[in-house]
């Protein structure tokens, strides 16, 4: 296998550094599990951890690999081990705020081209945690695409009353249902992939993204477990990400069910999800305006007029608030951090001149 059919592409090339390969090589993360990387050479597949170098140096998880990531290399032990020197610059970076109250960079996956945003015909759909997935997604301007898993379990009528709701409220969304028990809708699933591509697939724990890899493989390569019966939601089966090599050439990566999804650090992916709304709101009276109580709010009046949804101008203002505030806290986490580790280097500096 040549690097180019795990993605090593004209942009990657462009951006290594030519002198690094005097002394390393490239290789790309398939698998993270906490501190230890399985990555591929194009040759062969091995086991690897950061160097001391890239472990002290680095100021958040953001200066980590993570799957999905090009990395300079040392190989050891006739080729079983390595050293991950330091990261190729990024195409696109998925990531999302650490869970818990913890605010924190939680990376997900680097360099993916396409991402399948996985959501079930039953108790799991919630068009408001769709449009956080699309936020993060096209944050970092990758195509989306929204899989309805287990329509084998409704209606035709059902299935498309599900998809003309999500259709007026993203109406360049592409859409495919599908069923992992009797394989319906896989055909244009795998029509819209291509070799060389990266894609990743994201949802909820039971939504079926490991069962749906394992049709693509057409093998029960990966454990699954199935829904609880009482609510209907999933138990975590995938418990690392993993890039794997389909059989049609792309590469898919897997990734563990997200039951929190905070944004942090989002520009462009909020612009263009509630570009509706931000454009309306510049003809609001007040420049000012927090869109709740003030009169002269144009976006209040579109809601009573019905040519806003309310629940898409809700969502807007509760993530609206929720990044504001992970960012900022973020920030000052940050610079505290810094200061502190400024402390140390000084510290250490005065008791060396003594």
Excluded at 190 to 209: D, H
Excluded at 331 to 348: P, Q, T, W, Y
Aim: proline share 2%; aromatic share 10%; net charge neutral.
């Amino acid at each position: 296998m040549e690097l180019e059919k795990l993605g090593y592409t004209d942009w990657f090339k462009s951006n290594t550094e030519v002198d690094k390969l005097n002394t390393f090589q490239i290789a790309r993360i398939t698998a993270v599990f906490k501190d230890k990387y399985i990555i591929h050479t194009g040759q062969y597949s091995l086991s690897a951890e950061v160097s001391g170098k890239l472990m002290f140096t680095a100021d958040s998880p953001l200066d980590f690999p993570t799957v999905g990531d090009w990395v300079y290399i040392q190989a050891f032990d006739k080729n079983t081990f390595a050293i991950i020197d330091s990261v190729v610059p990024r195409k696109t970076l998925l990531k999302r705020k650490s869970s818990g109250r913890k605010v924190d960079v939680q990376l997900i996956a680097a360099n993916i081209d396409f991402a399948f945003v996985i959501q079930s015909l039953n108790e799991d759909f919630n068009l408001n945690r769709l449009e956080r997935y699309l936020v993060m997604v096209q944050d970092e301007e990758i195509q989306p695409i929204f899989l309805f898993s287990k329509c084998d379990l409704s209606s035709q009528t059902e299935i498309q009353n599900r998809v003309s709701g999500i259709q007026s409220r993203f109406p360049n969304l592409d859409i495919l249902p599908f069923s992992n028990t009797n394989l319906e809708g896989l055909d244009q699933i795998e029509a819209k992939m291509e070799s060389g591509y990266t894609y990743c697939l994201l949802g909820s724990s039971g939504v079926g993204k490991t069962t749906f890899l394992n049709a693509l493989l057409r093998s029960d390569q990966f454990e699954t477990q199935s829904i609880r019966e009482k609510d209907g939601k999933g138990k975590h089966t995938t418990t690392h990400r993993q890039l794997v090599l389909l059989p049609n050439g792309a590469m898919m990566v897997d990734t563990p069910g997200m039951r929190e999804l905070g944004n942090l650090q989002i520009d462009s992916g909020f612009e263009t999800i509630f570009d509706d709304i931000i454009e309306l709101s510049k003809r609001c009276r007040y420049s000012d305006c927090t869109h709740t109580v003030e009169k002269g709010c144009a976006l209040q009046k579109a809601i009573e007029k019905g040519n806003l949804n309310k629940d898409h101008f809700d969502n807007y203002i509760k993530m609206h608030k929720e990044t504001s505030f992970n960012e900022m806290s973020y920030l000052e986490r940050r610079n505290k951090d810094k200061a502190f580790g400024k402390m140390i280097k000084s510290v250490k500096k005065s008791h060396r001149k003594q």
